[in-house]
């Protein structure tokens, strides 16, 4: 990725207030009806969160914790159960959620299943302007097709413009879903596992274009979930640990993130060490 170049391609909106929450959840439960277990079952409750403009966050716990869930109300893709939630200062049930996707960026598991496997890398980028699978081609204009270009050449796949995107290996998959989620200069990027699948170099490639987007952009927040520490950008400011749908742990990430509370998430002894920036879990 020619990191150098994406501060470059967002939006400088330095002169906006820092401060002001992009999300914020409050008394929240989401449940659901299992057809399995014909019970209703809960998958987040009495969630409180609130996400400042300009702060990075990363979402850690084990597999069916409740991460994509809680990911999928900041997308404003769901709604909650219970209690309410604010996104961009609009309040989920009470607003057009399609237009306030517009200004969010996603990637997520869901919406590269949803993607048609036979559209074109291009194409697939420039349907990140609007955040809709579907194109809107009566919305697009040549400008929209510049910055799919530009953003295509910054993830490093100009080579691929025409290669359908079920063709392309996961960890190109994962770096088309950063271009296409960048498309409307999102003020709130959610990422889901973005180096799901990827190498070792794409990986560190991700974290350096994370800080690049952090220092270059300081009204963009961003929250990230992940399996791996090492993975978490220097740019990280704040963390939150979730485990059985309760956050166990939350708040600024050298408090939040500590051998004491990813073991308690994990319920596994972890020894938790952060060097030059970076961190790193090891079971102790
Ligand atoms: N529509 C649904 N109906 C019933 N259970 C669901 C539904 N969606 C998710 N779940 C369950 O909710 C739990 C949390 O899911 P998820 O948020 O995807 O977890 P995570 O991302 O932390 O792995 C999991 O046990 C999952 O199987
Ligand atoms: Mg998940």
Redesign the pocket.
């Known amino acids: 990725m020619a990191i150098d170049d994406l501060a470059s391609t967002l939006d400088h909106r330095d002169n906006r207030a820092t401060g002001e929450s992009v999300v914020r959840a409050r008394g929240v439960n989401v449940f ?3 057809t399995a277990l014909r019970q209703r ?1 809960m ?1 987040l409750e009495e969630i409180e969160w609130r996400v400042d403009r300009g702060q990075h966050w990363v979402m850690l ?10 990911l999928h109300l900041a997308a404003a893709d769901s709604h909650p159960s219970e209690g309410t939630v604010e996104v961009l200062g609009k309040r989920l049930g009470n607003t057009d959620m399609r237009a306030l996707r517009e200004a969010i960026g996603l990637v997520d598991a869901r919406t590269s299943r949803a993607i048609p496997s036979r559209r074109p890398v291009l194409e697939t980028i420039e349907s990140g302007a609007f955040n809709s699978i579907a194109l809107q081609h009566q919305r697009l204009d040549a400008s929209h097709r510049d910055r799919a270009r530009e953003l295509m050449a910054v993830v490093g796949l100009s080579d691929l413009a025409t290669r359908a995107f079920g063709e392309c290996s996961q960890g190109e998959r994962q770096r088309i879903l950063l271009a296409r989620a960048l498309m409307p200069s999102p003020e709130l990027l959610l990422l ?1 596992e973005p180096a799901a699948g990827m190498d070792l170099p794409s990986r560190e490639q991700l974290v350096s274009a994370l800080v690049s987007m952090a220092e270059g952009d300081p009204g963009l927040t961003t929250v990230t ?1 992940t399996h791996h520490l090492e993975e978490i950008p220097p740019t990280a400011t704040h963390a939150l640990l ?1 485990d059985h ?1 309760r956050i166990v742990a939350q708040g600024p990430i050298d408090e939040a993130l500590t051998s004491e509370s990813v073991s308690a998430g994990f319920g596994l002894p972890i020894d938790v060490r952060k060097a030059s920036g970076r961190w790193t879990a090891a079971i102790s």
Request: aromatic fraction near 6%.
């Open positions: 659901r009806w299992s079952v998958l716990g084990p597999n069916g914790a409740g991460k994509t869930t809680l889901d979930i979730i749908g």
